[in-house]
Structures are given as structure tokens and as C-alpha cells.
T-cell receptor, first 115, second 113 residues
């Protein structure tokens, strides 16, 4: 365990379903991130939250809706996804600014398959 | 963020040192060099980072050239469990932003018995 927990580990959903991915950290970090990793492609940064405020949305389609209710929890709400959205979704956390931290701590990811 | 260039893949014999190069010729003065690795289907794992001095921790050593245009990650005694994709990332850790990590393709290191 890295200190960042993602659930579920695996998810299969139909294109008309609504589901949510959950990320939880108890590292005292105040910034959280969603990344997408498709097969044979680099990680793509989707969303950035700093102090529970969304500070970046990298042109992600509206069928992905993030939510950060507090500094320890991050959700990714999914609806009407497409098969090409099948990927590994990774959550990470970090200290917002400064310090001599070791960068980001990643969770183990949720493997999403859209059928 | 500055761009990095890494070889696509490398092999290393088990027990030998693995030396992974990275070019970052456009790095700016306030950008750090970070290394992460990703073992198959897991989240990336932080390895080490540095600004201009060489750094060492329990996992690896980081050698940064004097002009900071390139660096080398050294795994001193590679094991089969070090087989992974290794990412070299330059990151602005200025106080005004979250210093986001942008990943490239990385180097796939295969450690062989």
C-alpha cells in the first residue's frame, strides 16, 4: 500500500451506466490528481485539485466529472462512456507547494473496461 | 515543462548496475529532475529527484551533468523486480503552482537472469 487507496480495482460498465471511482489518501497531502493511462500510451493528466479546488481540467470530456469533497477524498464520476475510455485510471496526491517532498504518491489504479 | 528524451528500451543483467540516461537540454533553472518507475499495471512509484547535485537514496543514485542538460539514473544491483518502465520528468516546483508531473513514454528496462 502506498497510502493512496483506489476503489474499485477493476470495473466493467456498459455505455449507458453511471459509476464512480474513489480515491482516498491519509498522507496529509493537499493536492490530488486524476490520470488516465490507455494501452501503450503515456499517462495523461486529466484533473488537478489543490486545496479542494479544481485548478486544471485538461480538455477532458464532460462524461468524466470529478469531485473533491475534502482534501482526503477524490471521486471520478462516469456516465455514458465510450469503449475508447477503457483504460487504467490512476489517482495521485502531493503536497501543494514547496517542501522537499518526493513528488507524487500514486494509487494502484482502477482498470476500467467499457462494453 | 521541459521535454525529456529517453531510450525506448534497455536490457540489464541481474546483479549488474542499470544506467538509464535522460536528456533534458531545455531544462530551466528552477526545474528539478524526477524519476519514477511503473511496474506493469501498477501506479508509478517515486524513485529520486534532484536539482543539480548528485543524489543517492536506498533505491538509486541520480547523476546530473554540470550543465544540467542530461542525467543518469543508476540502479546499483538490478534485480528481476526492477523490470519496469522508468520515467524521467522535469518539473517546476515553484511555489505558485502544483508543479504537475507530465509523463512521456519512458524507458522499458528489462532485467534478465
Amino acid at each position: 500500500e502506498t497510502g493512496v487507496t483506489q476503489t474499485p480495482r477493476h470495473l466493467v460498465m456498459g455505455m449507458t451506466n453511471k459509476k464512480s471511482l474513489k480515491c482516498e489518501q491519509h498522507l496529509g497531502h493537499n493536492a490530488m490528481y486524476w490520470y488516465k493511462q490507455s494501452a501503450k500510451k503515456p499517462l495523461e493528466l486529466m484533473f488537478v485539485y489543490s486545496l479542494e479546488e479544481r485548478v486544471e481540467n485538461n480538455s477532458v470530456p464532460s462524461r468524466f466529472s470529478p469531485e473533491c469533497p475534502n482534501s482526503s477524498h477524490l471521486f471520478l464520476h462516469l456516465h455514458t462512456l465510450q469503449p475508447e475510455d477503457s483504460a487504467l485510471y490512476l489517482c495521485a496526491s502531493s503536497q501543494r507547494t514547496g517542501g522537499l517532498d518526493g513528488g507524487y504518491t500514486f494509487g494502484s489504479g482502477t482498470r476500467l473496461t467499457v462494453v | 515543462d521541459a521535454k525529456t528524451t529517453q531510450p525506448t528500451s534497455m536490457d540489464c543483467a541481474e546483479g549488474r548496475a542499470a544506467n538509464l540516461p535522460c536528456n533534458h537540454s531545455t531544462i530551466s533553472g528552477n526545474e528539478y529532475v524526477y524519476w519514477y518507475r511503473q511496474i506493469h499495471s501498477q501506479g508509478p512509484q517515486y524513485i529520486i529527484h534532484g536539482l543539480k547535485n548528485n543524489e543517492t537514496n536506498e533505491m538509486a543514485s541520480l547523476i546530473i551533468t554540470e550543465d544540467r542538460k542530461s542525467s543518469t539514473l543508476i540502479l546499483p544491483h538490478a534485480t528481476l523486480r526492477d523490470t519496469a518502465v522508468y520515467y524521467c520528468i522535469v518539473r517546476d516546483r515553484g511555489s505558485s503552482n502544483t508543479g504537475k508531473l507530465i509523463f512521456g513514454q519512458g524507458t522499458t528496462l528489462q532485467v534478465k537472469p
